[in-house]
């Protein structure tokens, strides 16, 4: 085979086969295929897209490229989570105690975080003593024994994948559907998982700004992991504000700590619960989202949820003391109000501005070097819908430096207030096909 010929192939809109796309990708992880070649090919899918054939031989080649995550020794159906990205996404650190206080195992590998604000190893990370470092062995132990474990990514897992992302970002390839679906795919099924629930943001503050390509990339997704032998089923919810009100790494383990104690916010709680719902209805656990739904409630009500939260933390050298005194967490120096210009209703919060200002302080990294602050952050005060009177606050910034002019005229930017408003509907569909 020749690459140039493959190349051609796809620019004429034609699919690539199984072992042409293994052909492709073998070559470029070990560096046989040059940069320029696997960029014109980039380019060409960008144009012409991929039959839902061509995008599960992508992902299963980039899959196949390194280390392949072997859970069978963990008992029962191994349900993956994965959110497309989002400001205040504090989901994971709710739904992991929540769906194995059901008796459903959690194993979850996460990653640090670009952008906004750490990922959720970094706000693991923000509570004092724990580690997102297990053995093999104790990682499996732990969550045949207590149901969860959540560990730092190790390992060579998708190195194609990380190839072809660093030139896609530099090639003006990103917003590819199937490339993007390829990519995320083939990470939770390196990952071991037999089941993946994803999260799929649209709105201001997500990857997928309308809903068309949102639901365009669930649907992909969806229909990838179905021809790879993975149940899959995805949620689209909105991201057009920040979800909850908190946005830092240990701003948002507070507010997860709240929400397993039933005092969250509405928002996040209601995502938690559709999220939960579909990871139980994938491991098999029920047989409706009602029926799961109402079940991840009891663990909230019983208790039974932020006891298993503790024993998580205790598990992994974290302070359980946390939990019933936040603040203990890590705490920033200063908090500044953001205060109201005008009176009415709040009728916006750009997420992805107020994500920034968040960067900004210190909670997030622009580079892989910055190293985050876990104390800082911005807590919201209203959300959309809410009325607010002139020299009330808005938000509160959680900061270790005192001049945040910069950050304020960003979140001036950020906010709308108007005579009328309506806060935006949370879970826009659910995609099981």
């Known amino acids: 085979m020749r690459v140039v010929d493959l190349i051609e192939k796809k620019q004429a809109g034609l699919a690539l086969s199984q072992e042409e796309i293994k052909f ?25 897209g991929m039959t839902e054939e061509e995008a599960s031989y992508l992902t299963m080649a980039m899959v196949k490229s390194g280390d392949e995550i072997d859970l069978s020794a963990i ?13 205040g996404d504090t989901t994971t650190l709710v739904l992991a105690p929540l769906v194995a206080a059901c008796g459903v195992p959690v194993a979850k590998m996460s990653g640090r975080g670009l952008g906004h604000t ?12 724990f580690s997102v470092t297990l053995s093999p062995q104790d990682f499996i132990d732990h969550v045949n024994r207590y149901k969860i474990a959540v560990v730092g990514q190790s390992g060579n897992l998708t190195p194609a994948d990380k190839k072809l992302y660093a030139l896609r970002d530099v090639t003006g390839t990103v917003q590819s559907i199937p490339l993007i679906a390829s990519s995320i795919m083939s990470k ?3 990952a071991g998982a037999d089941a993946i629930v994803l999260d799929v943001k649209t709105g201001e503050g997500a990857f997928m700004k309308t809903l068309a390509d949102a639901e365009a990339l669930a649907h992909t997704m969806v229909k990838i992991g179905h021809q ?8 689209i919810s909105d991201m057009s504000q920040p979800l909850g009100y908190m946005i830092g790494n240990a701003l ?15 928002d996040l709680t209601e995502l938690c619960l559709v999220l939960g719902g579909q990871m139980l209805l994938a491991a098999n656990r029920v047989t409706s989202l009602e029926e799961g739904k109402a079940l991840l409630q009891e663990q909230i009500d019983s208790g039974r949820a932020l006891e298993v939260f503790k024993t998580f933390l205790a598990n992994q050298g974290g302070d359980t003391r946390i939990v019933d005194n936040p603040d203990l967490l890590p705490q920033a120096r200063y908090q500044i ?11 916006q919060w750009v997420a992805d501005e107020v994500g920034v200002a968040a960067m900004m302080l ?21 959300k959309v819908g809410d009325p607010i009177q002139a020299g009330q606050p808005l938000a509160i910034l959680h900061s270790n430096r005192e001049d945040v002019s910069e950050v304020l005229d960003r979140l001036s930017a950020a906010v709308t207030i108007a005579d009328s408003a309506q806060a935006p509907a949370l879970i826009r569909k659910i995609i099981v096909e």
Not at 75 to 87: A, P
Not at 118 to 129: F, N, Q, S
Request: aromatic share 4%; glycine share 14%; with cysteine.
């Open 118 to 129: 750490g990922g959720t190893t970094d706000k693991l990370e923000a509570i004092p003593g």
């Open 252 to 266: 948002e383990v507070k507010e997860a700590i709240q929400t397993l104690q039933g005092q969250g916010p509405e």
């Open 337 to 347: 109000p953001f205060l109201a210009q005008s009176t009415g209703l709040v009728s």
């Open 24 to 48: 492709l990708i073998s070559g470029y992880t070990d560096g046989t295929i040059p940069d320029y070649q696997m960029s014109a090919l980039a380019m060409a899918i960008y144009f012409q």
């Open 362 to 382: 210190g909670a997030g990294r622009e580079t892989k070097e910055d190293i985050i602050d876990p104390a800082v952050g911005i807590e919201l005060c209203v």
């Open 228 to 235: 790879v032998g993975r149940k899959t089923l995805a949620v």
């Open 75 to 87: 008992h029962g159906v191994k349900v993956d989570k994965h959110s497309t990205g989002g400001v």
């Open 188 to 190: 939770k099924i390196a």
